[in-house]
C-alpha cells in the first residue's frame, strides 16, 4: 500500500513530466470531440501509433467524419477504409455501434461497455479522454508502469484494475492517464527503463530491478497453415470472391482449400490443380498463411461473387488477397 501524501507527490512529479515531456500533439489529444477519440481508441487496439497517425486516422475521418455518416456508411465502405488495419470485427463494431447511438455516444463506462466491441479498456479511456470521467485507463504500456510500481510479476486482472484505481488522480484524468501511458511508451519501456527519468521514482516498488516485473512470457512461434488457393476466371477476368463470415469478418477472398486438394469440381467438372500460377506468404496475429495460388479459367458465368478485375481493387480484400492479385497482374505481363 502506498501512502495518500507518496500518491499525492507521484502526482505533482507526473503532471510536472508529462507538461515537459508528454506526447500532446497527437491529434485525439487535442480534440474534445467523442467520436474522433473513440476512433483513436478503436484503431490503436493492436496496432502502433506511426501506423495509425501516417495511414489511416485522418483518412477515417475525413471519410466518415461524424458518428451519423459512419451509421450511414455501407459496411463495404467501412472496411475498404479499414483495409490494412487488421482485426477487421473492428470495423464491423464500429459500424454498429454508430448505428446504435445515432449523433452522440454516451459518457459513462456502462453504457459504452454495452456497445459492440468496446471493452474495459476502451470504455475507460472514451470516458476519461473526451467526457473527463474519473477513471483509469488499463492498456500495456500502463500494465507494465503499475506491475513495476508495485513490483508485481505476475498480477491478475482485478489486482491491477484495483492498483489502477489506488493511483489515478480523480481530480486531472485525462492528464493522468495520457501522462500514464507515456511514461509506459518513453520511459518505463519493455527492455533498459530509463528510472532515473521516470516521475514514478518515488514510489516504484521495482526500480531496483525492473525488468522482472511483470515476468516475462513464453511466447510461441505462429503455427504455418499451409493452404492452395483458388481464382476462377470466366470471361473477361472475372474472379469468384464470397465474403468471409468469421476470421476477416467481411473482407472478400479467394477459393481457400487444404493443401493436398488436387482437384477442385465446379458445375458437374472436375479442374485439375496441377499447375501453380505462383506462391503467397501472409503473416497474422495467430497464424502464418503459406499457399502455392493457382488460377482456373471456366465456362462463362455470372452472379454477385464475380467481379472484374477493377471492381476488385475497390472491394475490401486482405493483404493475402491483393499480393494474389499482383500475382496475376504478374502472370498476365508475361504471357
Not at 19 to 31: E, I, Y
Amino acid at each position: 500500500m502506498i501512502e495518500n501524501d507518496a500518491i499525492r507527490v507521484f502526482h505533482r512529479n507526473l503532471h510536472q513530466w508529462y507538461n515537459a515531456h508528454g506526447r500532446k500533439d497527437l491529434p485525439w489529444r487535442n480534440t474534445r470531440d467523442p467520436y474522433a477519440i473513440y476512433i483513436s481508441e478503436i484503431m490503436l487496439q493492436q496496432t502502433q501509433v506511426k501506423t495509425v497517425l501516417e495511414r489511416y486516422y485522418f483518412q477515417f475521418l475525413s471519410r466518415f467524419p461524424t458518428l451519423s455518416a459512419l451509421a450511414s456508411a455501407k459496411q463495404t465502405e467501412i472496411l475498404s477504409a479499414w483495409q490494412g488495419l487488421g482485426y477487421y470485427n473492428r470495423a464491423l463494431n464500429l459500424h454498429e455501434t454508430a448505428r446504435r447511438c445515432g449523433n452522440q455516444l454516451p459518457g459513462d463506462v456502462e453504457s459504452l461497455m454495452a456497445l459492440p466491441g468496446i471493452g474495459r479498456n476502451t470504455a475507460h479511456a472514451v470516458a476519461a479522454f473526451a467526457f473527463r470521467q474519473p477513471v483509469a485507463v488499463m492498456e500495456a504500456n500502463v500494465r507494465r508502469v503499475l506491475s513495476r510500481i508495485f513490483a508485481l510479476q505476475n498480477p491478475s486482472e482485478p489486482e491491477l484494475w484495483e492498483k489502477a484505481g489506488q493511483l489515478l488522480d480523480k481530480n486531472h484524468p485525462f492528464d493522468y492517464n495520457q501522462a500514464m501511458m507515456d511514461i509506459g511508451a518513453t520511459i518505463c519501456k519493455k527492455r533498459a527503463p530509463l528510472c532515473h527519468s521516470c516521475p514514478a521514482e518515488t514510489i516504484c516498488q521495482g526500480k531496483t530491478a525492473p525488468e522482472l516485473y511483470p515476468a516475462a512470457k513464453t511466447i510461441k512461434s505462429p503455427p504455418v497453415r499451409e493452404k492452395r488457393i483458388v481464382v476462377l476466371q470466366s470471361g473477361d477476368r472475372y474472379y469468384a470472391s464470397p465474403r468471409r463470415t468469421r476470421f476477416l469478418n467481411g473482407l472478400h477472398h479467394f477459393i481457400e482449400i487444404d493443401a493436398d486438394t488436387t482437384h477442385i469440381a465446379l458445375n458437374n467438372r472436375e479442374y485439375a490443380l496441377d499447375k501453380p500460377l505462383g506462391h503467397i506468404r501472409q503473416q497474422y496475429s495467430h497464424f502464418t498463411l503459406s499457399a502455392e495460388v493457382f488460377l482456373l479459367v471456366v465456362p462463362l458465368l455470372t452472379g454477385k461473387n464475380w467481379h472484374s478485375r477493377a471492381a476488385m481493387l475497390k472491394l475490401p480484400v486482405s493483404m493475402a488477397e491483393r499480393k494474389i492479385m499482383t500475382l496475376l497482374d504478374d502472370s498476365m505481363l508475361t504471357k
